[in-house]
């Protein structure tokens, strides 16, 4: 049972990822995606990690990709407005989307180990466990992470602000 | 177990249909206290004190003629409408509507089902919902259509952040995310354990999710999706008969069901003043529970109406003043101090 819903939310994961790249129109690419989100939350449940479920729909469906929306439908992209792309870009995406299939493909490399380490797969996605898990173990990443978060926001207060540098 | 799965059943059906049906009042509520508001009588053709009102608004709105923009994509556009309903009859499930009946040694739970992430589902849930505006705005392909859908969904971010900030302390001050639980926490009595009602000890937490929950609904005085004075009828404005229906009815339903959240989480749900103290039988309590829930849900449906019908709209950018600039820094200020006197008090 859980093994065919895993590969029926993988086929419906992929599909609608490749429709992401393929769907002319760049609002359809977007709620393409936001499908993609749904499907891979519904992954996290099925792996018992309700909490990170339910976070990675609020965050990326409900937030990141309410903005996506929001700036498309602002430019109003279409056909005929689509910037012009150089060779030499195109050359240069095509060279970095591989680098970075290399990197993925990379990582996966050393995932069977990986499987033998995880003890209690029924505690995991809970909030105390995984609370305790942020807190204790990987104190330090994660505030580091914050701050990270902290720069990124001074940044773009910054750049909304273009008067305000000048004087 | 097969009569839990038949009682479920039954649940979750009653809560669809009391959903509607609270929906299709609030609407003539809303003509009802809006007419005792400026002195007017308000509907009394249809029926007893007008009381057929909701019947006859729904059945001509399904009798009026449905047009589908030529230049629009179609499936996007019927999208729309069906997506804000879906979201939101979807929240109720996670609302304890009660305590448990107990019939014949089995033990009934009030409640569709009781996920331990019941705080986070709504708000998922209530993020969702804004995608069925802006869809239906977008694929209207209308300028005053797209400016209401675009308002509306940076309206909704801005103010669930706060929104989210005023719920943690109370998840700081319970320690849990499910919405039984917090019931349960302020269930009061007099012999051993005296708990009050949330709102006591998070007023501020209470006066922001308020505001929030007011915003999030699209209500009046935040009401600038559909600011008939700039945008026609913001991001509804080319739809008919009962498409249109559905936007303006989901409207009222994500208005009884933050009124349910509300008071399951600052109001004590379904408790009541001294409900250990009646010596009454288990099954009763439970019922009286329930009528408690619904008398402070029909409470701040009529609370809503009040603000509607007093306070006139905001202009946008005094909206987005209030959110990021006042509310924000209160809610991150309280959940400071709450934090502060938790770890003080050792709680």
Known sequence: MTLNLFYFLSFLGVLSALLVVFSKNPVHSVLYLIITFFVIAAHYVLLNAQFLAIVHIIVYAGAIMVLFLYVIMLLNLNQEAEPHKTNLIRFAATISSGLLLIILVGSLKGTDQMIAQTSSPVEVGLVKSLGRVLFKEFLLPFEISSVLLLAAMVGAVMLGKPDHIKK | ?347
């Open chain 2, 1 to 347: 177990m097969m009569s839990i799965f038949i009682f479920k059943v039954i649940l979750v059906v009653a809560v669809f249909a009391i959903s509607l049906f609270m929906a299709a009042y609030s609407t003539y509520a809303e003509r009802k206290v809006a007419a005792f508001m400026q002195d007017r009588i308000g509907p009394d053709r249809a029926g007893p004190f007008g009381l057929l009102q909701p019947l006859a608004d729904g059945l001509k709105l399904f009798m009026k003629e449905e047009i589908i923009p030529s230049v629009s994509n179609k499936f996007l556009f019927v999208l729309g409408p069906c997506l804000f309903m879906i979201t939101a009859l979807m929240t109720g499930v996670v609302i304890p509507w009660g305590d448990s009946l107990t019939f014949g040694g089995v033990e009934y739970k009030l409640q569709i089902t009781d996920i331990n992430i019941g705080i986070l589902y709504v708000f998922g849930v209530v993020s969702i919902g804004v995608y069925g505006i802006m869809i239906g705005g977008w694929a209207s392909n209308n300028k005053f259509s797209l400016l209401g859908a675009i308002r509306a969904s940076a309206q909704m971010i801005s103010y669930e952040i706060a929104m989210g900030f005023s719920i943690i302390t109370l998840v700081m001050m319970t320690g849990t995310l499910s919405l039984k639980e917090i019931s349960v926490f302020q269930s009061g009595g007099i012999d051993g354990h005296w708990n009050f009602w949330n709102v006591v000890y998070q007023p501020f937490s209470f006066l922001i999710f308020i505001i929030c929950a007011f915003a999030e609904c699209n209500r009046a005085p935040f009401d600038l999706p559909e600011c008939e004075t700039e945008l026609v009828g913001g991001y509804h404005t080319e739809f008919s008969s009962m498409k249109l229906g559905l936007y303006l009815f989901a409207e009222y339903i994500n208005m009884f069901i933050s009124s349910a959240i509300i008071s399951t989480l600052f109001f004590g749900g379904y408790n009541f003043p001294f409900m250990h103290d009646l010596g009454l039988d288990a099954n009763i309590i439970t019922i009286l529970g329930t009528i408690a829930l619904f008398t402070k849900i029909i409470f701040f449906i009529f609370f809503f109406m009040w603000i509607r019908w007093t306070i006139p709209r905001f202009r946008y950018d005094q909206l987005m003043n209030l959110g990021w600039k006042g509310l924000l820094p209160l809610s991150i200020l309280n959940l400071v101090i709450t934090g502060a006197v938790i770890l003080y008090f050792n709680k």
